[in-house]
């Protein structure tokens, strides 16, 4: 199983190694045409305007859109879950705008508002260390969308079908449990694909 992680932008050699400590392969996407040689893909944080922005100029969008459009796993942590949300609070553009949640970017405050916490998330069995750094919220999601978990009663973690968003930084700690549990859904795809 080859898992590609979006190497624009943010922690790229972080995901990598937490995917790799499950087993799968993990690989650094720096062209559209490397899609076609994985199973699913990570959008790590970073900036979500600027990912946007190098999404665009290298030809990403589409891309990725389709490769979703094909149910291929896709996993956004951090600004990778506000690049993957069909609307940001505030007005900006969407991105890729694939998952059926709306978002606020910068929702825990600036770095200062930085923290981690133990955090339940529903299909692990032990609760994840969760690294938040300026962290956006997901503020609704739509009928198809299950809420993983929550923090203060705010969405932090959510799913719809074939797309996992996350608004910490899972790659940051040596917990591995909800790359796995993405690996996991990468393997359930290409299992009912066949």
Do not use: W
């Amino acid at each position: 199983m080859k898992v590609g992680v979006l190497a624009l932008q943010g922690a790229v050699a972080e995901h990598i190694r937490s995917i790799e400590s499950t087993g799968a392969e993990g690989v650094a996407v720096k062209q559209p045409e490397q899609l076609m040689d994985i199973d699913g893909l990570i959008i790590p944080g970073g900036e979500s305007t600027t990912i946007g922005k190098l999404m665009r100029k290298y030809g990403f969008i589409e891309a990725i859109q389709q490769f979703s459009s094909e149910g291929k796993p896709l996993f956004g942590t951090c600004a990778g879950l506000i690049v993957m949300a069909k609307k940001i609070d505030g007005g900006e553009e969407p991105h890729l705008g694939v998952m059926d949640i709306s978002v606020s970017r910068n929702a825990f405050g600036r770095q200062r508002e930085s923290f981690e916490t133990d955090l339940e998330v529903k299909g692990l069995e032990e609760p994840l260390r969760a690294v938040f750094i300026r962290a956006p919220l997901i503020t609704e999601v739509g009928e198809s969308v299950e809420v993983l978990s929550t923090y203060n009663d705010e969405i932090v973690t959510a799913r719809q079908g074939h797309l996992l968003v996350s608004s910490f930084h899972p790659e940051l700690t040596d917990d591995a449990s909800l790359h796995k549990y993405f690996t996991e859904m990468i393997q359930a795809n290409k299992t009912a694909a066949k």
